[in-house]
């Protein structure tokens, strides 16, 4: 079962209500985050044309995982990805 099928799962026959809510909450957060780091990781073994097929240089992703173990390193490179693109649009 991938990941999403199982996040899916968890979606659809689990739905906590009051204060655990919070906590399950947080729980799912932490995992998240988890999962995030553990993908951005992976593109560092990425070529740099595979890296600059999807926007990003190898610099936006060492530059993304500098962060603190509670980050989330997905979000910076999405904002890197941005700024590039934003960058080449603009007429000179």
Known sequence: MTDRQTQMLLDTTFKPKGRFA????TVGSFV???RNRREVYRLLEFTDSQLADIGLQRDDVRYAVRGGA???YSNELTRAALRRRSRR???L
């Open 22 to 25: 919070a906590y399950w909450n």
């Open 32 to 34: 998240r985050r988890y």
């Open 70 to 72: 509670f980050d989330d």
């Open 89 to 91: 649009s603009l007429p």
